[in-house]
């Protein structure tokens, strides 16, 4: 998640208190546990935001994920990472981030392809963190490759790629095919139609799924216009989030409640199989055991939280 409750976690201005209330905020929503994300920017800007993030101490944060900047610098692929931020892999940049952020980086989502790529995977897997691949335009056997190097994750997959593929073979297929790597959704309606993920679900199994809300700083907030760096935004009322008059998204406002009660009716799974997608599962993954514990119930068609403990 980028940002919530009218805080962008990328914002280099961004204050401790700002992100704590963010947070704070984010557990009315039930998750207890979370890892900020923090996308392609320079050294300096992911420095101040990484330390903003960390000097909240807030104890949410299960860490940081890092999303960029080695990743695609093509138009689609690359999203609304900044062009110019984009760099290749290298090992010296990583560990500077590292150090900036106190050691607290604990996934990496990359584009195989990026140069350098594959050999900073297998140095980051070695130095015990999680690899995803993302944004990326990269050709089918890259992607075996970057799974073989110990990448193990597909960050928001079906989204972050071209707006058109080959119909076969393409990443998407390789992605969905290759069982060494988990994949991760945004379900809020706007990212994957329904049918996508129903389709994506069943060829990954729910066991090797997550759901992510991939949320920006206008999650949490009414209807509306607001600034998301130097970008203008807007949140319409069913949740869409994009520049005024454009038809591409620009980020989410999806909570996980709202993730699961779309993913069950996408898929026809129960509850019972839904839920540990947002907190299990992306648990575990993380080599973590879930943190609280959520009172659930139905109201008015949608998924609400109650109470939240721990």
């Not at 990954?204 to 920006?216: F, G, I, Q, S």
Request: charged share 20%.
């Amino acid at each position: 998640m980028n940002g919530f409750a009218g805080v962008d976690f990328n914002d280099p201005a961004v204050t401790p208190e700002a992100v704590g209330g963010a947070l704070d905020a984010l557990r009315s929503t039930g998750v207890t546990r979370c890892l900020p994300t923090l996308i392609t920017s320079s050294l300096e800007d992911f420095a101040r935001c990484a330390r903003a993030v960390l000097a909240a101490d807030h104890p949410a944060v299960a860490g940081i994920h890092m999303e960029g900047p080695y990743l695609s610098p093509e138009d689609g692929p690359r999203g609304a990472h900044p062009r110019e931020h984009v760099r290749a892999a290298n090992l010296d940049d990583f560990e500077r981030r590292q150090e900036a952020a106190a050691g607290r980086i604990r996934l990496v989502t990359l584009a195989p392809e990026a140069p350098g790529a594959l050999a900073l995977v297998e140095r980051l897997v070695a130095l015990g963190l999680r690899v995803a691949i993302g944004h990326s335009a990269a050709p089918p056997e890259l992607v075996a490759d970057a799974a073989s190097a110990g990448a193990t994750l597909s960050t928001h997959l079906g989204n972050g790629c071209a707006t058109t593929l080959p119909r076969h073979p393409n990443l998407l297929w390789a992605q969905l095919a290759e069982d060494r790597l988990l994949a991760s959704f945004i379900v809020d309606g706007h990212h994957l139609p329904p049918a996508t993920v129903k389709a994506m679900v069943r060829a990954k199994t729910p066991e090797r799924c997550v759901l992510v809300t991939d949320a920006v700083m206008c999650a949490g907030c009414p209807p509306g216009r607001y600034r998301l760096g130097a970008l203008e935004v807007e949140l319409s009322p069913d949740g869409r989030v994009q520049a005024p008059g454009a038809a591409t998204l620009a980020g989410s406002s999806l909570t996980l409640p709202e993730a699961v009660a779309r993913l069950c009716a996408c898929t026809g799974l129960p509850i019972e199989q839904a839920l540990p997608l947002a907190a299990e599962r992306p648990a575990a993954y993380l080599g973590e055991a879930p943190r609280g514990r959520l009172e659930l119930d139905w109201y008015g068609g949608r998924l609400r939280v109650g109470r939240v403990t721990g």
